[in-house]
């Protein structure tokens, strides 16, 4: 009698029919929660970055606004010189003019495009805008405009010099501190608010105080806008060379003409220099 075959019957399991749509599902909502959360971090973001993030989408190359950079590979797409210096002031104002709390400064806020570079100059008033009468402790003002300025200026590959001065009234005879100390002092405490705002370590070149020897308003030496934190932003330092074709003749540069990024202020007129 021949042999029946064994049949094996196995039960069918429950999720075959389900399939994996539900993972597709899972996959974008998850990819909505993370944009999402960058939309938010963008909104709160400076708007140096907000600016560089939209110019990639419009952009993706990074070529459309690349002002004078031969660095390649270096990522420093904006490279200030005498050309485009002013389009850094038209931002910086811009800015400011953009946060109504510090709108009401702007009439103590100065910038000049000078030999050195872009000045800033922060003035301060009677009743003391951004440093209290005698201290070197910045108030609340002061912090938040040197902050959104770090913000700003972090962006650039320039050097950055920060200067601090005084009127001329004096402190007490006996008083072991003079305008010397204290101007010193402030443009340290700018620099420490500014560096812990963004300032790159290695972008302060200098930090200098020279008391009352440099007076904005020579014809009132205790004017209070004699008292005052300078912000240099300045010109590079290591401009391109040139061609061989392009070098200035023996006889030009017997003539002492000024090299490109405006000349340096000699070592020896600094009264002060904070180390």
């Keep these: ?14 999720g075959g029919h389900h399939g994996g749509a539900w993972k597709v599902a899972y996959a974008d909502f998850v990819t909505a929660m993370m944009a999402l959360f960058i939309v938010l971090w963008l909104m709160n973001s400076s708007k140096q970055l907000q600016v ?27 490279l200030l010189t005498k050309q485009n210096m002013s389009t850094l002031k038209e931002q910086l104002q811009k800015s400011i003019r953009s946060i109504n709390d510090l709108d009401k400064l702007k009439k103590n806020i100065e910038m000049t495009v000078t030999s050195e570079g872009l000045r800033i100059e922060l003035m301060e008033s009677d009743k003391g805008t951004f440093f209290d009468s005698g201290s070197s402790e910045l108030n609340q003002s002061g912090k938040e405009m040197l902050a959104l300025l770090a913000q700003q200026l972090a962006g650039v590959p320039n050097h950055v010099s920060v200067e601090g001065h005084t009127d001329a009234k004096p402190f007490a005879e006996r008083a072991n501190y003079s305008n010397w100390e204290l101007s010193s002092d402030r443009a340290n405490a700018a620099r420490r608010v500014m560096q812990q705002a963004g300032l790159r370590e290695d972008q302060v070149s200098q930090v200098r105080g020279f008391a009352d020897q ?19 932003v300045e010109y590079l330092a290591h401009a391109p060379e040139p061609d061989d074709d392009a070098k200035p003749a023996a006889g030009e540069a017997a ?4 090299a490109e990024g405006g000349a340096k202020e000699p070592a020896t007129e600094n009264h002060e220099e904070n180390k």
């Design 52 to 78: 560089a993030v939209g110019g990639y989408f419009k952009d993706p190359t990074g070529t459309a606004k690349k002002v004078g950079s031969n660095q390649n590979g270096t990522g420093e797409n904006v």
């Design 1 to 14: 009698m021949p042999t029946q075959p064994i049949i094996i019957k196995k039960k069918g399991g429950h």
């Design 255 to 258: 003539e002492g003409k000024p």
């Design 214 to 232: 440099r007076l904005r308003n020579g014809k009132d030496p205790l004017d209070a806008s004699n008292r005052r934190i300078s912000i240099i």
